[in-house]
């Protein structure tokens, strides 16, 4: 178990450093979301609606599509020099692999939900401060679920044509549960209602992100091995 | 020692079936290095990567004294990240290959110094020359000191002097003869000019088989070439 | 009698018994009282639905059993069962506007049952799409399998957010814990209707079945005389 972990940290610690060395692709999405933002401000009446009950579907809808960018690279990089053949000649667990992967992917969009989310009070000027520990446990419970499904999916479109498009086509039915969760708690938090109403949302984020954990970390070595 | 048993391995199904291997068997002891001479399309990749446990055969059995962790592969990619150093690559696959962290350092200098490349240990490989990657890419497998060396085309790309470099140093690291343990080398090509000093032991495949399969002896270079023109053309 | 013509002899079967189903529906079965006619939508809209979702498990569970078992049949089942869904998917998405219009007073809404056919609708989609942008057909039925089995595990979560959503369908009369309320001779109705639709899956899935049989017979003929 000792061996599994240290090999998924040597696979995440490796694809952070290529991440800080070339900082294209962090920059690019950090940029990205910020942009989703902007656009979201100037994609509403705001004499009409409310920013509050929009709110909720703007920080998911940028989070998701940030996530989107983030899980197209992870395995992009592998591909360089065929890297991915190395690491399947070398006798690197298919599990750790992936939860290498899972890591460094996770450890990337939490950096873009860093920057996002005092962009996303900046600019909408939303009062989190209250809550602002449950909407982080929010956040961290649907990202892991979708991160989770995507580093399973990226790895395989990576091998066939147009492969990004195709990961944003077959991920995104995936990425329904999570994000009606993720929008009705942030929506609860955000209007003041007790936390209690949202037992059932918090549930439903905690048994996805059991279930596809589990089940990618399972289904991953299927995905790669010839 | 590397030990093969009736493997066979196709792929594509129905009538389209392609058979990339068929039937091979063998066993190398250390200080053996067998070449494989066949046509494009003959199954040597195919077994190559058989060998590496990148395909599981359909049938047969493949052992490795050490298994994974004693497979040394260069193939016609070089598995290296451009965007890391020389050093921070070889750091990331010798942690893969289980070499403890103490040792990881003295052992990628010592790679590193016996392929000449210690002053360019820390420059990024997208830097490097053609050949200096190249260079990398065998430091690389042999980062983890593996017992087999599995070899696809090694010498694709190369130009004469390098390729002759490359030659001096698979014949030192197969060892063996001289009271050294050695290694067991198999090298797949389709040019036997590129890899016949090296080898002791000679096969010809073609459609997935071994049609000839025999020591080197004292045989030469030109002799193999005439009798594997042969081997390939007739029927 | 080869696989194609027994296919085609229980489609019929099941075509005549869904006409049947609708004479029995139109003309032998009380018109409810509130909705009045379009209520009879539901006869075809309700197994179709069951079906969609049925088809989906079938696909994973084939999924499931390929990757131990390395059968090229259940690849076939699994493509079969996955287009065969999509078509029923379609069916509920076309007749869930037509009841919709005179019910709901408009052809679509966000309904969650009826958006969560649409999900499932994407999602038979981007396996077909994955499925056609692999050439090889082991990699293609194993990336297959493995998004089969995502896609069945998937579909629970799309019932839970159903029951978490706040929705506007009627709720689920048939498959309810308690006793059915639905009055006797239209539960008759709806039975016999499940069953025609039971006899369509299956007649539909052999003769898609039949298809690719012949089409790896082919495909195998000529990569073999080149």
Known sequence: MDELFAQAWTVARKDLLLEFRTRTAIVSTVVFTALVLTVFNFGRDPTAVPTIDLAPTILWVTFTFAAMLALNRAFQLELENQALEGLLVSPLNRTSLYWGKLIANLVFVAVVEAVGLPLFVLF???????????????????????VAVGTLFSALVIRTRFAELLLVVILLPFLVPPLIGAVQITAQLLGGRPLSEAVGYFKLLAAYDIVFVSLASFLFRFTVDE | MLSVEGLRHTFGEGGGQVVALDGVSFTLMPGQALAIFGPNGAGKTTLLKVLAGLIRPQAGS????????????????????????VRENLLFWASLYGVPAARRGPRAAEVLGRLGMRDRADRPVWSLSRGLAQRAAIAKALIHDPSVLLLDEPFTGLDLAAAAELRALLGELRGGGGG?????????????DEGVELATDVAFQRHGRFVHFAPRGGREPAGIAEAYRRAVTDG | MTLAQKGRRITVLALVCLAAVYVRALAFTPVER??????????????????????????????????????????RFAEASAEVGTVFATIVLTTGPIWGKPIWGTWWTWDARLTSTLFL?????????????????GLRARYAAVLGICGMCLVPFIHLSVFLFRTLHPQPIILKPSAPSLPGSMLATWLFSLAAFTLLYVGF?????AVSLTRDAQRGERTGRA
């Open chain 3, 121 to 137: 609708f994407f999602l038979y989609v981007g396996y077909l799409l994955v499925r056609g942008a692999v050439r090889d057909p």
């Open chain 2, 180 to 192: 050294a343990a050695g290694r067991v080398v198999v090298l797949a090509t389709h040019n036997v």
């Open chain 1, 124 to 146: 909408f000027d939303v009062p989190v401060g209250r809550v602002l520990v449950p909407l982080i446990g929010v956040i961290a419970l649907a990202t892991l679920g979708f």
């Open chain 3, 34 to 75: 509130l909705q009045g006619p379009a209520q009879k939508i539901f006869y075809l809209h309700v197994p179709a639905a069951l079906w969609t979702e049925a088809a989906m498990i079938l696909v994973g569970l084939a999924g499931i059993f390929y990757l131990f078992l390395k059968d090229p049949r259940l690849d």
């Open chain 3, 205 to 209: 899935v052999t003769q898609r079945y």
């Open chain 2, 62 to 85: 493949v052992q490795v004294t050490g298994g994974r962790r004693a497979i040394g592969w260069i193939g016609h990619q070089s598995h290296l990240y451009e965007h890391l150093t």
